[in-house]
Antibody
């Protein structure tokens, strides 16, 4: 049973970079035809897709955030990471990592990591 | 890339049915059959309940059904139960390996 777990700082200062890691357990991140994704949810608001990475290294990002977001992968640690630069209070959210299955649906989710942007 | 539009809330009594709409555009729902739905109980992570417009993952009750017509997808929850009270989100593939979520609907069981 694949499980995902987010980790990283819960507080980030404005203008700095937000960095989170998603550790995948139960299956190699390189197995199967999966993409690995980041999704966020501001307090009291809806879900926003941030981007995907494929185990062969290709990435895709939400056009509205493309200049600030970067997703990378470390297959030796079975994890993938999110970096969001130049954060503001509007980036305060719960950040979820998720697996995008072959049916192009997010079939496995982490529990979510709350991140607050504040000085 | 604009969020898909859902009604903010929907409600029904136990045993009744509730239907949630999800309106997109020709750039997402109107072109692709990769529409999915998620259930998010308060304070928890979302879980997948519908994929490929109408398919249910193993373990999801058949009380959950879905459809699509044109630029609009719909989710119906039949035989409402107290445990169905949650936020529901649609999502669609939007081309060029990008995805878009709906604005979310809070379902209340009266």
């Amino acid at each position: 049973q694949v499980q995902l777990q987010e980790s990283g700082p819960g507080l980030v200062k404005p203008s700095q970079a937000l960095s989170l890691t998603c550790t995948v357990s139960g299956d190699p991140i390189t197995s199967g035809d999966y993409y690995w994704s980041w999704i966020r949810q501001p307090p009291g608001k809806g879900l926003e897709w941030l981007g995907n990475i494929y185990h062969r290294g290709s990435t895709s990002y939400n056009p509205s955030l493309k200049s600030r977001v970067s997703i990378s992968m470390d297959t030796s640690k079975n994890e993938f990471s999110l970096k969001l630069s130049s954060v503001t209070a509007a980036d305060t959210a719960v950040y979820f990592c998720a697996r995008l299955g072959g049916m192009l649906a997010f079939d496995k989710w982490g529990q979510g990591a709350p991140v607050t942007v504040s000085s | 890339q604009s969020a898909l539009t859902q009604p903010p809330s929907a409600s029904g009594s136990p045993g009744q049915s509730v239907t949630i709409s999800c309106t997109g555009s020709a750039s997402d729902i109107g072109t692709y059959t990769r529409v999915s739905w998620y259930q998010q109980p308060p304070g928890k992570a979302p879980t997948l309940i519908i994929y490929d417009v109408v398919k249910r993952p193993s373990g999801v009750p058949d009380r959950f059904s879905a459809s699509k017509s044109g630029n609009t997808a719909s989710l119906t929850v039949s035989g409402l139960q107290a445990e169905d009270e949650a936020d529901y989100y649609c999502a669609s593939y939007a081309g060029s390996n990008t995805y878009v979520f709906g604005t979310g609907t809070k379902v209340s069981v009266l």
